[in-house]
C-alpha cells in the first residue's frame, strides 16, 4: 500500500494539468485544416499585396525607443506600490526609492545621449 495516499488527489491534479496542453495541441492538429495553398503560405500585409522581401531589417533606433519606454514602466510599476504604502515604510524606504530612481533617470539620460527617445 502507498503510504502517501493523502498526496493522490495532488497527482491526480498534476496529471490533469500536464495532460491539457498536450491534448488542446492534439486535438487543434488533427481539427484544423493543413493545406498549403501559396495564398496561405504569402505574407499578409493588410490586405495590400506584398512587395519585395518580406526580411526586412528595421533600424535599432526603433528598438531602442522601445526599450526606453519599458524602463518607464517598469520605473511607473515599482514606485506605486511605494508611494501607496509610503508611511508605514519609513525614512530607508525613502532613501532607497531616491536612490532607485536616481539609477533610472542616470539610464534615461544616457539614453537621450545616445539619441534613443528621437523617432526621425
Given at each position: 500500500?502507498?503510504?502517501?495516499?493523502?498526496?493522490?488527489?495532488?497527482?491526480?491534479?498534476?496529471?490533469?494539468?500536464?495532460?491539457?496542453?498536450?491534448?488542446?495541441?492534439?486535438?487543434?492538429?488533427?481539427?484544423?485544416?493543413?493545406?498549403?495553398?501559396?495564398?496561405?503560405?504569402?505574407?499578409?500585409?493588410?490586405?495590400?499585396?506584398?512587395?519585395?522581401?518580406?526580411?526586412?531589417?528595421?533600424?535599432i533606433?526603433?528598438?531602442?525607443?522601445?526599450?526606453?519606454?519599458?524602463?518607464?514602466?517598469?520605473?511607473?510599476?515599482?514606485?506605486?506600490?511605494?508611494?501607496?504604502?509610503?508611511?508605514?515604510?519609513?525614512?530607508?524606504?525613502?532613501?532607497?526609492?531616491i536612490?532607485?530612481?536616481?539609477?533610472l533617470?542616470?539610464?534615461?539620460?544616457?539614453?537621450?545621449?545616445?539619441?534613443?527617445?528621437?523617432?526621425?
Amino acid at each position: 500500500m502507498f503510504p502517501y495516499q493523502q498526496y493522490d488527489s495532488f497527482w491526480i491534479f498534476l496529471v490533469v494539468c500536464m495532460s491539457i496542453p498536450f491534448l488542446a495541441f492534439s486535438i487543434s492538429r488533427f481539427v484544423a485544416p493543413s493545406s498549403q495553398r501559396p495564398e496561405k503560405l504569402a505574407s499578409y500585409e493588410s490586405g495590400i499585396e506584398p512587395r519585395g522581401d518580406t526580411w526586412t531589417r528595421f533600424q535599432i533606433r526603433y528598438y531602442m525607443f522601445a526599450l526606453v519606454f519599458t524602463v518607464s514602466d517598469v520605473e511607473t510599476v515599482f514606485l506605486y506600490p511605494w508611494v501607496t504604502s509610503f508611511q508605514e515604510l519609513g525614512i530607508f524606504a525613502f532613501v532607497e526609492a531616491i536612490i532607485f530612481i536616481f539609477i533610472l533617470v542616470i539610464g534615461l539620460v544616457y539614453a537621450w545621449r545616445k539619441g534613443a527617445p528621437e523617432w526621425s
